[in-house]
């Protein structure tokens, strides 16, 4: 079974500044996903920004990023130019096929990340 | 909004009680997923359905169903609740049964058993 560990319970940064939120998973699959998903305080589940195991190049979204090293199976998300309503939970998740086509998101326990103006 | 609805927003019951849960997914989604989210567990995935039929099972306790209807909305009904079943339960949906974009969440039903 696919694991996704993420080992920061809180980080917090000042606003403007960069952070890096980190999340390792284990697969022995070579095909697979990976997702950034934030949940602020609405509850709201929001995803940030997606990857391709296939693909070496990371992904970016406006001030998202990712480092994806495949070889370590680590996936961190970098925030650049920190805002005030970057404050939620970050979820790191994972899916490849199940099994007859089917894939379903395995979540990480979440970063509570604080912005602190 | 996501497009996708989830009702009651919030829900308290006694133990012992049954409630049912209900997902319409974003137009044009053919799966649901079900997660519970409690505060030590995370978000942990119940079941799946794709049009109509179940797809995948998680961790879904057996005082636990779902379905999927004709019109594809999906109910998730919690029997004999215990005050351990308190948790905020998500319904999400996807176009087909690879998730390889994600899913869209609904915005979950709080659920208190006292």
């Known amino acids: 079974a696919q694991t996704v560990t993420q080992s920061q319970p809180e980080m917090s940064v000042q606003e403007a500044e960069t952070v890096t939120l980190s999340c390792t998973y284990d697969?022995?699959?070579?095909?697979?996903?990976l997702f950034w998903y934030k949940q602020p305080p609405s509850r709201q589940m929001i995803l940030v920004i997606r990857?391709?195991?296939?693909?070496?190049q990371n992904a970016t979204e406006n001030r998202f990023s990712v480092n994806f090293q495949k070889a370590a199976k680590s996936f961190s998300l970098k925030i650049s130019d920190s805002q005030l309503g970057d404050t939620a939970m970050y979820f790191c998740a994972f899916t490849s096929d199940s099994g007859a086509g089917s894939y379903q998101l395995t979540f990480g326990k979440g970063t509570k990340l604080s912005v602190i103006p | 909004d996501s497009g996708v609805t989830q009702t009651p927003k919030h829900l308290i019951t006694a133990t012992g009680q049954r409630v049912t849960l209900r997902c319409s997914p974003r137009s044009g989604d053919l799966s649901v997923y079900w997660y519970q989210q409690s505060l030590d567990q995370g978000l942990q995935f119940l079941i799946q359905?794709?049009?109509?039929?179940?797809?995948a099972k998680g961790n879904i306790l057996e005082r636990f169903s779902a379905q999927q209807f004709p019109d594809l909305h999906s109910e998730l009904n919690l029997s004999s609740l215990e005050l351990g079943d308190s948790a905020l339960y998500f319904c999400?949906?996807?176009?087909?049964?690879?998730?390889?974009?994600?899913?869209?969440f609904g915005s979950g039903t709080r659920l208190t058993v006292v």
């Open positions: 990857q391709e195991a296939y693909k070496q």
């Open positions: 359905y794709y049009n109509g039929e179940e797809r």
């Open positions: 999400a949906s996807s176009p087909n049964t690879q998730a390889i974009y994600g899913y869209t």
């Open positions: 697969t022995s699959e070579n095909n697979y996903y």
